[in-house]
């Protein structure tokens, strides 16, 4: 009687566990994931034969209705079918150079415990049957050239913004480089955002929740500008100065608008603890979820500008002077706007390209100078001992011109991963980028470079390519670790992209994230501030003569 008893207890939670109905979430997912791999994989849709984003729509309907897997995994099925039968063309055959770069590419989610068999073999037959573009190897693709530009989408309909959060959850989904070494899983963040969405009040809730959504792809290169509705712009006011965070404090690093930092007797050097009430620390947190940004470094560059913006004029700051606070009742302005000839004379002053420093040093400013100054910058600095390379800020495309002159032979210097577009999801190894030529007459001192959080990109980039010198030394303090180009699109509202190609070091060693790598570590103090030093500067020149 006991057996029996178990048996049939087995076979009714069987069947009840069948039966069970699915969340929202759940569906949902599973429908986004599909959605998008017959997007890039199904030949019918990923060759434009259909009116892909309406056949969404029509189906969420029916997908909101199914209230068991087994009614959900037909509808996924029969609308597979309404396609019309993939050719069998397998196996596809990989040009025997691609070597793939598979750390992206997971399509195990076939596998879903909502998927019934039959779907899930017709999943696997399509990647075996995919599409196959005629751009196998164009390395300057753009993985949103074949996406609409979505500007007549209503974001206040719920079934429009699921749409859009399909769109772009997808396009990261398979054209990302750096899925890989997010903190989180792209499949998790999906899961986390999908209820966001479908509650979102009005669509400017829906692109503070679409917003948030891009900064977990822990990318600098990440962007999300989002486009006032007309009639609510606001007209932001600043603090008369920047400055750099050091201890969760904020340190006055360059003054912007003379005459109002002048009134309120605002200097470099001096350290804000709080604005209206709140600690620099309370201004980071609320905002980490705000800011795309490929490491803590970057993140705390990145912050200083929405705490030194404000919305309304009267701003109460706390300064620490002396190890005592100090409270200064303020009236910020729009000092670019109002002071504007003021601001470029002080903050945008003229900056030298390269000059002579004591003790036959030579100085570059990556910053400003451009491949036409090059050779004057060559004549004037051939003979010294050391050149100081200052990349703490944005080069101007002078890597080959100077890469030519430091090195005494060719040599690579970056390799990348490029998406293999008849594999979506994977990527391949594409040959690198070198630097300089046989040259004997080659630069022979020592070679120092300048970074810190101000480095990016181009500014990495360039540092790789300067490190092929083999004389050279980096000094500084952890870089942006964004590089590579960079995939921008428009949508209705807002803008966004992120990086789309993968970046390495000729023995693949990842550069996202990490960034450049100081040989020396050094990072300026409040008090080497206050005194008007360069600390990094002063490292570099007491390297260059102690060789330590």
């Given at each position: 009687?006991?057996?029996?008893?178990?048996?049939?207890?087995?076979?009714?939670?069987?069947?009840?566990?069948?039966?069970?109905?699915?969340?929202?979430?759940?569906?949902?997912?599973?429908?986004?994931?599909?959605?998008?791999?017959?997007?890039?994989?199904?030949?019918?849709?990923?060759?434009?034969?259909?009116?892909?984003?309406?056949?969404?729509?029509?189906?969420?309907?029916?997908?909101?209705?199914?209230?068991?897997?087994?009614?959900?995994?037909?509808?996924?099925?029969?609308?597979?079918?309404?396609?019309?039968?993939?050719?069998?063309?397998?196996?596809?055959?990989?040009?025997?150079?691609?070597?793939?770069?598979?750390?992206?590419?997971?399509?195990?989610?076939?596998?879903?415990?909502?998927?019934?068999?039959?779907?899930?073999?017709?999943?696997?037959?399509?990647?075996?049957?995919?599409?196959?573009?005629?751009?196998?190897?164009?390395?300057?693709?753009?993985?949103?050239?074949?996406?609409?530009?979505?500007?007549?989408?209503?974001?206040?309909?719920?079934?429009?913004?699921?749409?859009?959060?399909?769109?772009?959850?997808?396009?990261?989904?398979?054209?990302?480089?750096?899925?890989?070494?997010?903190?989180?899983?792209?499949?998790?963040?999906?899961?986390?955002?999908?209820?966001l969405v479908l509650e979102a009040k009005d669509d400017i809730e829906f692109l503070s929740v679409m917003k948030k959504m891009s900064t977990n792809l822990n990318d600098g290169h990440v962007m999300f500008h989002i486009y006032p509705a007309k009639g609510t712009v606001k007209n932001p006011v600043y603090f008369p100065a920047t400055g750099k965070i050091i201890d969760n404090k904020l340190v006055v690093t360059e003054i912007l608008g003379d005459s109002l930092a002048e009134a309120y007797n605002i200097k470099k050097g001096?350290?804000?603890?709080?604005?209206?009430?709140?600690?620099?620390?309370?201004?980071?947190?609320?905002?980490?979820?705000?800011?795309?940004?490929?490491?803590?470094?970057?993140?705390?560059?990145?912050?200083?500008?929405?705490?030194?913006?404000?919305?309304?004029?009267?701003?109460?700051?706390?300064?620490?002077?002396?190890?005592?606070?100090?409270?200064?009742?303020?009236?910020?302005?729009?000092?670019?706007?109002?002071?504007?000839?003021?601001?470029?004379?002080?903050?945008?002053?003229?900056?030298?390209?390269?000059?002579?420093?004591?003790?036959?040093?030579?100085?570059?400013?990556?910053?400003?100078?451009?491949?036409?100054?090059?050779?004057?910058?060559?004549?004037?600095?051939?003979?010294?001992?050391?050149?100081?390379?200052?990349?703490?800020?944005?080069?101007?495309?002078?890597?080959?011109?100077?890469?030519?002159?430091?090195?005494?032979?060719?040599?690579?210097?970056?390799?990348?991963?490029?998406?293999?577009?008849?594999?979506?999801?994977?990527?391949?190894?594409?040959?690198?980028?070198?630097?300089?030529?046989?040259?004997?007459?080659?630069?022979?001192?020592?070679?120092?470079?300048?970074?810190?959080?101000?480095?990016?990109?181009?500014?990495?980039?360039?540092?790789?390519?300067?490190?092929?010198?083999?004389?050279?030394?980096?000094?500084?303090?952890?870089?942006?670790?964004?590089?590579?180009?960079?995939?921008?699109?428009?949508?209705?509202?807002?803008?966004?992209?992120?990086?789309?190609?993968?970046?390495?070091?000729?023995?693949?060693?990842?550069?996202?994230?990490?960034?450049?790598?100081?040989?020396?570590?050094?990072?300026?103090?409040?008090?080497?501030?206050?005194?008007?030093?360069?600390?990094?500067?002063?490292?570099?020149?007491?390297?260059?003569?102690?060789?330590?």
């Amino acid at each position: 009687m006991q057996k029996t008893t178990l048996i049939l207890l087995v076979i009714f939670l069987q069947i009840t566990f069948s039966y069970a109905k699915i969340t929202e979430t759940e569906k949902l997912s599973a429908t986004c994931k599909v959605w998008g791999f017959l997007k890039y994989y199904h030949p019918k849709v990923a060759g434009g034969e259909l009116n892909w984003d309406n056949q969404l729509l029509e189906k969420l309907p029916k997908i909101e209705r199914a209230q068991t897997k087994e009614e959900f995994s037909l509808i996924l099925e029969n609308w597979i079918d309404e396609l019309g039968p993939v050719k069998e063309v397998a196996p596809i055959a990989v040009p025997k150079d691609i070597e793939f770069f598979d750390k992206n590419f997971d399509l195990n989610w076939f596998n879903n415990k909502l998927f019934s068999k039959k779907l899930s073999k017709k999943l696997k037959f399509i990647e075996q049957n995919r599409f196959q573009s005629d751009e196998e190897f164009d390395p300057n693709f753009d993985g949103f050239k074949n996406l609409k530009n979505y500007y007549d989408l209503d974001y206040n309909n719920r079934d429009l913004r699921t749409l859009m959060l399909f769109a772009y959850w997808n396009v990261i989904e398979y054209y990302f480089p750096y899925k890989y070494v997010m903190d989180q899983k792209w499949d998790r963040i999906l899961e986390q955002t999908l209820p966001l969405v479908l509650e979102a009040k009005d669509d400017i809730e829906f692109l503070s929740v679409m917003k948030k959504m891009s900064t977990n792809l822990n990318d600098g290169h990440v962007m999300f500008h989002i486009y006032p509705a007309k009639g609510t712009v606001k007209n932001p006011v600043y603090f008369p100065a920047t400055g750099k965070i050091i201890d969760n404090k904020l340190v006055v690093t360059e003054i912007l608008g003379d005459s109002l930092a002048e009134a309120y007797n605002i200097k470099k050097g001096d350290v804000i603890t709080k604005i209206n009430n709140k600690t620099i620390k309370e201004y980071i947190d609320e905002n980490r979820d705000l800011i795309s940004a490929s490491n803590e470094a970057s993140l705390l560059n990145k912050v200083i500008n929405p705490i030194l913006t404000s919305d309304f004029e009267n701003v109460k700051v706390e300064f620490l002077k002396d190890g005592k606070s100090e409270r200064k009742e303020m009236v910020w302005f729009n000092y670019h706007d109002s002071h504007r000839n003021e601001y470029k004379k002080g903050a945008m002053k003229k900056k030298d390209k390269f000059k002579l420093l004591d003790n036959n040093i030579g100085y570059v400013n990556m910053g400003v100078i451009k491949p036409k100054n090059i050779p004057d910058m060559i004549e004037a600095l051939k003979s010294t001992k050391a050149i100081v390379f200052d990349m703490r800020n944005y080069p101007q495309n002078t890597w080959k011109e100077i890469s030519d002159f430091l090195n005494p032979e060719e040599k690579k210097f970056a390799i990348y991963t490029y998406p293999y577009l008849n594999y979506p999801g994977k990527y391949f190894w594409a040959n690198g980028t070198n630097a300089g030529f046989h040259n004997k007459n080659n630069y022979k001192g020592k070679v120092i470079v300048l970074l810190n959080e101000d480095s990016v990109s181009q500014s990495e980039w360039t540092a790789m390519c300067f490190q092929t010198a083999g004389n050279t030394t980096i000094i500084g303090s952890q870089t942006a670790g964004a590089d590579g180009n960079v995939f921008e699109f428009d949508f209705k509202r807002f803008h966004t992209g992120f990086s789309g190609i993968g970046v390495y070091y000729p023995d693949r060693r990842k550069t996202q994230r990490i960034g450049i790598v100081p040989d020396i570590e050094v990072k300026p103090t409040s008090k080497g501030i206050q005194e008007g030093r360069d600390e990094v500067l002063e490292r570099a020149l007491a390297f260059i003569e102690t060789g330590k």
